[in-house]
């Protein structure tokens, strides 16, 4: 059987070998016309480009890695599901790996990245820092995470959210306020929710009281600590949880306890994934810009890659979105 070339894609196609490549390749501008044009020669003669030839011959791999805590994490999983969209309409390919708060995982999973030449990393993990990104000589672009002075971060506004969320529970009368988050060391733009709830509260003379868990806290370990949130404050009229998983749980703890949610407990969670607004749709929450944090992360990698400018943070707005788990304001 004749082994098929470019040129008979080309020659099905009407346009010239060049354009063939940049199609398969994703470069330059290309019509959607010319595209399809060229996709369907393709298909019709079952045309698979070889891979290996054109990395060696643009020196470029067409990977991406993407590194992310846990894709079980709705937040996550809606992030790596926008970020390997948006990589996709560009021409990437995607290598993801799940490193959740385990170092070892995440500098194994970094060296098999570099290893497979991947163009660029996409980072999101919440381990301690690892050496590695100190040397690490490819584009990179951090999703909540600081990791090197030159590469850039992009983040939601956590202060803002944070500030909006503990002043919804003030201004529907709560007293009695207890914020839940995670500690992270590595993770300052999520440390900063913990800062406005305590300048919130603060500033209206409240008491603020946290209860931290480790980001890898297993489930029965977390819910033995939000039990004893209850069993110490029984009194406790607001909560504001650091992401809508635990605003859930702390929900479904507080109802078996026999309190009546938003008439002497009112939640407010944090995240806003698509999956936890569907499973919990009355909860209120913080609605994190997902699909623009990945878009955007997307885009400075794709200038970064072209040797563009690239700003070193870019912080985008959060929204807050009422829910049955608030009381109507007057
Ligand atoms: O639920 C996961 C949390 O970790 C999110 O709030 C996100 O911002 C990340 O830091």
Redesign the pocket.
Known sequence: MKKLKLEDVAALAGVSKTTVSRVINRRGSLSQKTIDKVEAAMAQLNYHPNVIAQQLHTQRTNLIGILV?SVA????GE?TMYLEDALFQRGYKVLISDALNQTAKEERYLSQLMGHQVDGLII?T?NNKLEEYQHANLPIVA???FLRADIPVV??D?YAGAKLATEALIQRGCQHIIHTY?T?PS?W??NQ?EKAFQAVMADHHLPAITYTTA?DCPPAERTARFERLFDEHPAVDGIFA?????AARLLSLARARGYRVPADLQIIG??G?QATQELVPELATII?PIEQMATYAVKLLADRMAGKFTPTSTVLPVNLKTGQTLKTLP
């Open positions: 805590p994490n709705p937040f996550f992030l999101a919440h999703i909540d995470r983040a939601s956590n995670t992270n993770n733009h999520d929710r980001f650091s992401n809508d998983l635990d944090y995240d994934a994190q």
